[in-house]
């Protein structure tokens, strides 16, 4: 699983992608579905919930939270509680913001390394029990020990983990940066800059991202 860096960028991605240049609704809900963006981006792993309640932090991780289809109906029950609150929003716009945002960890799942049993994400779940991993990790696992919780947050904070978010900052920049291009290209020299910013964090994503791998 990548840290929650690489997770709320996906969040963000997915609220910047579906909002319009000059939004007519009040700022404080766009703040609202901005929040609720980064909550539903991470919300997969509050499977650790209840591994912490029990004692056994990972035993829960990478579970049924981690479906598409579970993602799926995630969505539209997240769609119908904020649909209340977000009158000024329109409904395609919020349901799209749930949708991807909802989505995008267990497909980030997807493409991180893992080095524990059950490797990867219950994709397709319930039509089908298998994990899936991506044959090319776009994220470095998190090391930590998952016995107990005192052992889970005293190794959290590792060199390993350090260059994670070194490598997730620089995704996040890829991403955010390209959309901004997109978003801002009828204004060429601000596109074209964003472009240029974007392409630069893909390189040095990709290559922070490759030596590592190579000595694990
Ligand atoms: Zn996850």
């Not at 329109?90 to 059950?118: E, I, M, N, Q």
């Not at 991993?133 to 190794?155: C, D, H, K, M, Y």
Request: proline residues 7%; glycine residues 8%.
């Amino acid at each position: 699983m990548p840290l929650p860096i690489a997770h709320s960028a996906a969040g963000l991605a997915g609220y910047l992608a579906f909002k319009k240049a000059k939004p007519d609704s009040p700022p404080k809900q766009e703040i609202f579905l901005l929040g609720l963006c980064l909550f539903l981006a991470n919300l997969s792993d509050l499977d650790f919930v209840p591994g912490f309640l029990c004692g056994d932090p990972g035993r829960f991780h990478h579970g049924l939270s981690h479906s598409l289809a579970v993602g799926l109906i995630g969505a539209m029950i997240f769609y119908r509680f904020a649909g209340y609150r977000l009158k000024r929003i329109s409904k395609k716009r919020v349901f799209g913001c749930c949708l991807v945002s909802l989505l995008s960890h267990p497909v980030l799942d997807y493409f991180s390394a893992d080095t524990s049993k059950p490797f990867g994400v219950p994709l397709f779940w319930p039509f089908d029990t298998e994990y899936y991993i991506s044959p090319f990790p776009l994220f470095r696992i998190v090391q930590r020990n998952q016995e107990t919780i005192g052992t889970f947050f005293a190794t959290i904070l590792n060199p390993n983990n350090a260059w994670g978010i070194a490598v997730e900052t620089l995704f996040a920049g890829t991403v955010l940066f390209a959309i901004f291009a997109f978003k801002s290209r009828s204004k060429p020299v601000l596109s074209l800059s964003s472009l240029l910013l974007s392409i630069l964090c893909g390189l040095f994503y990709y290559s922070l991202q490759i030596k590592p791998n190579l000595i694990v």
